[in-house]
């Protein structure tokens, strides 16, 4: 019988444990409230005790994130936005309850692996894939491998041209009106006071469209990958993907041509890409 992995997806709002087959049958998997290290940690550790013992542990986290497997803080996660998550050593707490190898990347790079190998990215060899949730983070995958810069790759922090006529600075608490600090979730909700879920206003998700729609226009002009992934809660929002193309042809102007943007620019497959490609990530590594 096929061996089976264990995999977590750490994001900021929600944690997503599974259990699967490096071919990507996922036998289980349950989604947990990202709330403190410690009750998270519970409820992850509860999650596996429940199901069968695993061979290995992959693992995707929100960054920034020390990926370097010969440093002494590997998978520990650094100076991340989300309030208690700082200078968290989650691959030592981990390893007090798991006996097992554990690998970890970040979750963006984790769903990244799981469009390539069983989404959106199957028939290409390079894809940017960027996730529009309570923060925004960016991958990029060349010849079917992961790029991870010297650290992390932190698309969510580029700057880009925005205009607030009503005093607000941007929620990111390093880089205040960064993509991430504007667009994200977590930034729409406190720049507007209401979940990204309850807005109707259309002037805020064509704005919404029009930041992305910039990001996106960057990522063509220096990277030029074969197709742009969207995944995250905020994408789907009705209609935005559509605004977002749009807006996009509008910044590029005819400068290049790309594909039809209805086939370049796409959602994500589904929810559970990012836990798969945690399992792909360390079913591989387990194999090597």
């Known amino acids: 019988m096929d061996k089976l992995f264990g995999g977590i997806e750490f994001g ?4 997503i444990c599974a259990v699967g087959r490096e071919n990507g049958d996922l036998v289980v998997h349950e989604t947990i409230p990202t709330t403190s290290v410690e009750e998270t940690l519970r409820a992850v550790c509860g999650f596996f005790a ?6 290995a ?14 440093s002494l803080e590997y998978g520990s996660i650094r100076n991340s936005p989300k309030e ?9 707490l981990l390893t007090t309850h798991f006996d097992i190898p554990i690998k970890f990347d970040l979750d963006v790079n984790c769903a990244a692996l799981g469009e390539l190998h069983f989404g959106a990215g199957k028939n290409v060899d390079s894809f940017v894939y960027i996730t529009l949730g309570t923060g ?6 060349i010849n079917r491998r992961l790029e991870h810069g010297i650290m992390n790759l932190e698309m969510g922090h580029m700057r880009i041209p925005y205009e607030f006529l009503d005093g607000f600075e941007g929620a990111c608490k390093f880089h205040g009106a960064c993509l991430e600090g504007i667009a994200s979730g977590h930034a729409m909700e406190q720049h507007y006071g209401q979940k990204p879920e309850d807005i109707k206003s259309q002037d805020i998700w064509s704005a919404e469209a029009n930041y992305i729609a910039l990001a996106l226009n960057n990522i063509i002009m ?8 969207l995944g995250g809660g905020l994408i789907r929002h009705e209609e935005l993907i559509e605004q977002i193309r749009s807006k996009l042809s509008f ?3 005819g400068y290049l041509q790309v594909p039809d943007l209805d086939d370049y620019v796409v959602k994500s497959t589904g929810d559970t890409n990012g836990v ?3 399992i792909k990530l360390v079913a591989s590594a387990n194999r090597e």
């Open 12 to 15: 900021g709002t929600k944690t």
């Open 50 to 55: 429940r199901q069968s013992p695993v061979t």
């Open 57 to 70: 542990l992959g693992v995707g986290s929100f960054g920034p994130l020390d990926i370097n497997e010969q």
């Open 84 to 92: 208690g998550w700082t200078n968290v050593a989650l691959n030592a």
């Open 136 to 141: 925004i983070g960016g991958s990029l995958i």
């Open 222 to 229: 220096t990277i030029g990958p074969e197709k742009i992934i």
């Open 251 to 253: 910044t590029i102007n």
């Open 276 to 278: 798969l490609g945690a």
